[in-house]
């Protein structure tokens, strides 16, 4: 009890300081069908040493998820490579997520067990600008996606790429891990990455080159093991390696036909010659096929119990007919086995008893006559000598 008054004032203090600390908050405008990418910096959410030379490399883990649920929208997705690298959050939100979204995001620091929380305020909007038909999408095995998500190598790419276009601005609509598409885990060797796909829209048509690689006949140049039809300098492959086997083009700016809504009908189907429905059938009598399939099990059951019941009762042979066809040796043999077992039960009720006659010298099993042995049988040397 004398601890009492020293942890209440502690524990009103720490529930004070937690009380009084507010989240971050930050502003940011995603726009629909662009691509939006935020780095989680551990600058942003925990203050550094100022005297420190280098500052040193904190291992924080993050955690995001929408205000009011436990993960993230569907648009928007998070990664992070290690807790010694930052983190990011990316996507290309859809018309459907268009308003007001607000996503938390909680950091762990792994070296002091410091934490801290920061709101997102995503105001989601329409784009400006033209429109972009014109849209492509491809796999770059050389990188992944923690590597292409920075504005460096994204517009890199975007600069390279535009060598393989017509002339027009190109713009980033999407960034997804090869991982998140089915790709498999590559191994922990030197120089094998995740891979990711990049799609890129832009207002100006595909060039020839790009239509080349997406032709069926490139594709099945691709499924018998041969590179594909590629008409130009691929400007890429210096900074990026790309699949040109799953390169997709689509083309928007020709509108889809719009689908046949179905007219109602009065419900009544057609007249079909072809159809020809089934006759009314005449009465049957299933009286005789019914006594037919249970009386013929019935017989069939009640002859096989008669026959057995004739094996086992009337075939016996009978206790005399089997003692006469039984040989004397046998009958004596078990008879005698029968009398030594009454004697031998006679004597352990009695242990004053004579001698057992089965034990004496010279014993006649069937007569029962004794005659005194001529010679000791155990005096009586196995091999004689030979003289």
Known sequence: MAAAPFWTPLLVGLLAGLGGTKAQQTTLHPVVGRIFVHTLDHGTFFRLPERAAVPPIASVTYHAHLQ?????????????RSPRHPGYLYGSPTPE??????????????????????RLVLLIGDPEGPLLPYQAEFLVRSHDVEEVLPSTPASRFLTVLGGLWEP????????????????????????????????????SPFSTCLKMVASPDSHARCAQGQPPLLSCY???????RVDWCNVSLVDKSVP??????????????????FFCPPTAA???????????TLLVPLLV???????????????????????????????????????????????A???????????????????????????DSAQVPLILDQH
């Open 234 to 240: 691929d400007t890429l492959a210096s900074h990026f």
């Open 168 to 203: 027009g601005e190109l713009q980033l609509l999407n960034i997804t891990s090869a991982l998140d598409r089915g790709g498999r885990v590559p191994l922990p060797i030197e120089g094998r990455k995740e891979g990711v796909y990049i799609k890129v829209g832009s207002a």
């Open 301 to 347: 059951a009640l002859l096989l119990t008669l026959l057995l019941a004739y094996v086992m009762c009337c075939r016996r042979e009978g206790r005399l007919k089997r003692d006469l066809a039984t040989s004397d040796i046998q009958m004596v043999h078990h008879c005698s086995i029968r009398g030594n077992t009454e004697e031998l039960r006679r004597m």
């Open 256 to 273: 889809e036909p719009a689908d046949e809504v179905p007219t109602p009908g009065d419900g009544i189907l057609e007249r079909d010659p």
């Open 68 to 80: 009011g649920h436990p993960d993230l929208p569907r648009w928007l997705r998070y990664t992070q």
């Open 282 to 292: 005449t009465d049957r009598d299933f009286l005789t096929d019914a006594l037919v």
């Open 97 to 118: 997520d268009r308003g007001r979204q607000v996503i938390e995001v909680i950091a762990y620091n792994r070296d002091s067990f410091d934490t801290t929380q920061q």
């Open 349 to 375: 009720a009695s242990r004053d008893v004579p001698r057992p006659l089965s034990t004496l010298p010279m014993f006649n099993v069937r007569t029962g006559e004794r005659r005194p042995p001529r010679v």
